[in-house]
């Protein structure tokens, strides 16, 4: 470093990913590198040396997004371990801006592969994270051994995605626990 130049701070980096997270959050895809740069209380040049284009910028903030992790608990059954990520997950899609964020985002995972790619490896590592809740209740009994983990995770979630992308009510927490453990049988 020469003697007139200035150190690089290291929290440019940081406050620009989570200026595009925020934009992204708030307005959808529908703001500018020159937003960012203002939300970040840097240059444009900053943002512009960090993401030559707009939809690197938007690509990794939808990585970002995609990767909220949603806490693994341990209840002791089956039941209250459901009851807790189905309340977790549900309060992320009803979090002001989410809905709209994530039709905006799947909708371009129609028109861009990599927008896909980045949904299908983020839902399937989320969802793999997840199943030591599953794990747990083969080894207490309360799902048998060769229990799909796959298809009991993908109903849950492919039904919280449809209603949350057609911005449908979703249910409360119990319900859908009962439906998952039990279907429409009467318990």
Not at 108 to 126: F, L, N, Q, W
Not at 134 to 144: D, F, M, S, T, V
Request: negative net charge; without cysteine.
């Amino acid at each position: 470093m020469s003697a007139r130049g200035r150190k690089p701070d290291p929290t440019v980096d940081t406050r620009i990913r989570q200026a595009a997270s925020g934009l992204v959050l708030a307005h959808g895809f529908d703001f500018t590198m020159d937003d960012v740069a203002a939300a970040a209380g840097v240059g444009r040049a900053s943002v512009f040396r960090r993401y030559a284009t707009k939809r690197d910028m938007l690509l990794e903030a939808i990585a970002g997004l995609m990767n909220t992790h949603v806490a693994i608990p341990d209840t002791g059954s089956l039941e209250g371990d459901l009851r807790v990520v189905i309340s977790d997950t549900l309060a992320l899609w009803r979090m002001p801006g989410l809905s709209r964020t994530a039709r905006q985002v799947y909708g371009e995972a129609g028109r861009d592969p990599a927008v896909a790619e980045i949904i299908r490896a983020s839902m399937r590592t989320r969802m793999e994270r997840s199943w030591v809740v599953y794990e747990r209740a083969i080894e207490r009994g309360e799902l048998p051994p060769n229990a799909d983990l796959w298809m009991l995770t993908d109903l849950f979630s492919g039904f919280v995605t449809y209603r949350g992308l057609l911005d449908l009510p979703l249910p409360e927490p119990e319900e859908i626990v009962q439906v998952l453990l039990h279907g429409f049988t009467p318990s």
